[in-house]
Every structure is written in structure tokens, then in C-alpha cells.
């Protein structure tokens, strides 16, 4: 049922109908022929009948009248005019009715004021002060909704003009949309965003390439000769590719010039350069670990090759062992081993300069003079009469003559004493 329709109807019918039902009989006033009354009544009855079926139709929802859900209230009243009498009905479809219509909707409208953005915040005030039941309906359907989604796009502009990493492009743009109309925010959101974002995103990989290295230098340029998408896929991953590409370059470029480097990671790491990006990570990630043990255990041969005993013991010892056991070896190892080695090799030549230096044998005499006689020493064994007298570091030099003096005139005594001996026999 149409209730506006229905409403006109029931309210002229009701008007009609009023003076039989709620007007008393005028004091010596003719009674109204019987045929009339009967169509009164008939005509009240009817007109009642469309008030119960209007007030009825108020609570199949949705229907043209009510502009939102009927609410509790609404009920209760809808409720007591259907349980009251005729006259009770009629007026609430007269008047009631309207009211609550009015009053329900100022309470949907001064419900969106909570969380409001500025926009709807607008709105809202505009519709709840308005008079027109119209104003209230287009903003309860639509102009709430409009509302919101110009605020939330005006958020999404105004986070992109707060962001740090935001394009000089796209923040130029963006700020002149916030300072248009909803329209002209919801346009840039839908296109203007992309042409600012592609010149944003050029200039990103030229200031990029600038202070990148050859593969990154290449892969800029080719996505500035692709597509947006090239370009994008650039920025997302590509420039990481390339630059770790250049890094890994480099780091070949290094071990190359490093005069350490030993041959097997010397010759992989040159056959990688030149070779490919992937061959260049192969290399780096898989190749170098094994290339450098190969090399590391040849170093620890040639360190064992030309090494003492103690060397060559701990070199063997590491040989058998992990890559672990070698790396320890020629970090700290083989110097412990070589100390050993230095340390045994002076304590020999000690022991035999000990065993080869000359003695000293000292004589007492009975003038209380001291002769010393030196023995010298070849091999371990003594040989006498070699070398001078050696008297000590001691003896003054006068000593040292009398000591002469006085051997020799012992021993030409001696000498005497024996010849007259003989003579005299």
C-alpha cells in the first residue's frame, strides 16, 4: 500500500467523519434523517478501516514514508492507536505519525555525528537543523555516505602528504586535491595518483643509478625503457639484484688482488667475474668455502714441508683432523710448533758449546806460589802442552811475572842440583 496516498485519504476521510463522531447533538436541533446517519457511519467506519490499514502498513518495512526502520517508539504509538478508538486512530494518522517520523530521524541523523569527519560532520548539521522531511531522507540515504567517503579519502591524501618517502610528485598532487572539492580528491585518488607516482618512480631510479654500480647502472636503464611495471619491479627487487651483483664484483675484484689469496680461490674467483651475475652468487655462496679449505690445507703442506719436528707433528696432526683443526693450525698453531722447535734447536747448541769449552786446572806449589797449567781440548779429550799459561782475569800483571820468575829459577835449580849430583857420584 502507498502510505502517502493512504495518509491524504485517511486524514479527509477522518475530517469528514469528525462531527458525527465526536460532536454532540445540538439542543433543539433536528434529528438527522435515518438514511444519513446510517451513511455517516458507514463513511467513519470506512474511513477508520484506512487509518488501521495505514498505521499497519508503517511497520512493513521498508516502505515510501518512514526514512528509516521503525523504531521502538514508533511501535508503542502504533501499538496504543491501534488498541484505542477511531478518533484515537485518526488522529495519529493526522498528526503522529509526522511527528515520530520527524523525531526518528533526527535521531538517525545525530547518530552519524559520532567519529564524524569534518565533511560529515557538515552535513549532518546542515540536515538536522533543516525543516524538510526531503533533506532529511537524501542525507540519511545518500548524503551521509558521500560524506564519509570524501573524509576517508581526504585521510588516505592527507597520509600521503605525511609520509617521508612520498614523491615530490605525488605531494604536489596530492595537496592540490585537498584543497579542491570531494570530487576532485576521489579523481586524484583514482588517476591523478598514477601519473604522479610513474614521474615519482623515474626519478627514484635515476637518483638510484647515479650512485650505483655497472649492473645497477644497467638495470635502471633498462626499466626506465620498459614499462611502469618495469620500472616498479626496479625499485621493489631489481635494484637489490643488481646491487648485490655489483657487491659480489667486488668482492671478487678484492680476493683477486689480495696476495694472500690462495691459487684455487685465485682461479675461481676470476673464471666467476667473468662469467655471469649467477655465477658471480655460485661462486660466492657454494664455490668459495670449498675453493678456500683446498687452499688452506695446501698451505698447511707447504708450512709442514719446510717445518722442524715439532711443526711437522702438529702439521700432520692437523692434516687429519676437520677444516677446523688446519685453520687452527695456521692461525696459532703452527707458531706454538715453531716456538718448540727454536727452543729445542738453543738448548742443543747450549749443551754442545758446554760440552767443547776449555778447562782449568790449577797446581799448588811450596812457595806458596800457584802454577797454572793450561789443558786444551779437541773432541772431548785433552791434549796437554798446547797453549800458554793461563793464570786468570785476576792476576795483576806484577804477580803474573814473579810467578814466571820464580818457576823458572825453581826449575833451573832443579836443573843444578841434579848435575852436581852426578859429578860428585
Do not use: C
Not at 502504533?78 to 530521524?105: Q, Y
Not at 621493489?236 to 688482488?257: F, I, M, P, S
Amino acid at each position: 500500500m502507498n502510505i502517502r496516498r493512504s495518509l491524504a485519504a485517511a486524514v479527509f476521510l477522518a475530517t469528514a467523519a469528525a462531527p458525527v463522531a465526536t460532536a454532540a447533538t445540538p439542543a433543539f436541533a433536528e434529528s438527522a434523517p435515518a438514511g444519513q446517519e446510517q451513511t455517516d457511519r458507514a463513511g467513519a467506519q470506512v474511513a477508520d478501516e484506512e487509518n488501521i490499514a495505514t498505521i499497519k502498513a508503517l511497520l512493513v518495512w521498508p516502505n515510501d514514508y518512514l526514512i528509516v526502520e521503525p523504531s521502538r517508539y514508533l511501535r508503542e504509538h502504533v501499538a496504543a492507536a491501534l488498541a484505542g478508538t477511531p478518533e484515537d486512530r485518526a488522529k495519529f494518522v493526522a498528526k503522529d505519525m509526522a511527528d515520530i517520523r520527524r523525531s526518528d530521524a533526527h535521531v538517525a541523523i545525530s547518530r552519524t555525528f559520532t567519529g564524524a569527519g569534518p565533511v560529515l560532520y557538515k552535513a549532518a548539521v546542515a540536515a538536522f537543523e533543516s525543516d524538510d522531511i526531503e533533506v532529511y531522507r537524501a542525507y540519511l540515504n545518500t548524503g551521509q555516505h558521500v560524506a564519509r567517503a570524501e573524509d576517508e579519502n581526504r585521510a588516505k591524501l592527507q597520509k600521503i602528504v605525511d609520509d617521508p618517502n612520498t614523491g615530490r610528485g605525488v605531494r604536489d598532487g596530492a595537496k592540490a586535491a585537498l584543497a579542491g572539492t570531494g570530487a576532485d580528491v576521489a579523481n586524484f585518488l583514482k588517476d591523478g595518483i598514477k601519473a604522479a607516482q610513474l614521474e615519482d618512480d623515474r626519478v627514484a631510479v635515476l637518483t638510484i643509478m647515479h650512485s650505483g654500480g655497472p649492473a645497477v647502472k644497467k638495470a635502471g636503464s633498462d626499466a626506465l625503457n620498459g614499462t611502469a611495471e618495469d620500472i616498479r619491479d626496479f625499485l621493489k627487487t631489481g635494484q637489490y639484484a643488481a646491487r648485490a651483483e655489483d657487491e659480489g664484483r667486488a668482492e671478487l675484484r678484492r680476493l683477486l688482488e689480495d696476495p694472500k689469496t690462495g691459487p684455487t680461490v685465485r682461479a675461481g674467483a676470476a673464471k666467476a667475474l667473468a662469467g655471469s651475475a649467477a655465477d658471480v652468487q655460485k661462486f660466492l655462496t657454494k664455490d668459495l668455502a670449498s675453493a678456500a679449505e683446498a687452499d688452506d690445507r695446501l698451505l698447511l703442506t707447504q708450512i709442514m714441508s719446510r717445518g722442524g719436528p715439532e711443526v711437522k707433528a702438529a702439521a700432520g696432526k692437523a692434516m687429519l683432523g676437520s677444516i677446523e683443526d688446519v685453520r687452527a693450525f695456521l692461525k696459532e698453531g703452527q707458531y706454538v710448533a715453531r716456538a718448540k722447535d727454536e727452543a729445542n734447536a738453543k738448548a742443543a747448541a747450549e749443551a754442545e758449546a758446554a760440552k767443547n769449552k776449555p778447562t782449568t786446572v790449577v797446581t799448588p806449589v811450596t812457595d806458596n806460589t800457584r802454577t797454572v797449567t793450561t789443558t786444551a781440548v779437541t773432541d772431548g779429550q785433552p791434549v796437554a802442552g798446547g797453549r800458554l799459561a793461563y793464570t786468570g782475569t785476576d792476576a795483576p800483571l806484577g804477580q803474573i811475572g814473579a810467578a814466571g820468575a820464580a818457576a823458572v829459577a825453581l826449575g833451573a835449580g832443579a836443573l843444578i842440583a841434579t848435575r852436581r849430583r852426578t859429578n860428585q857420584s
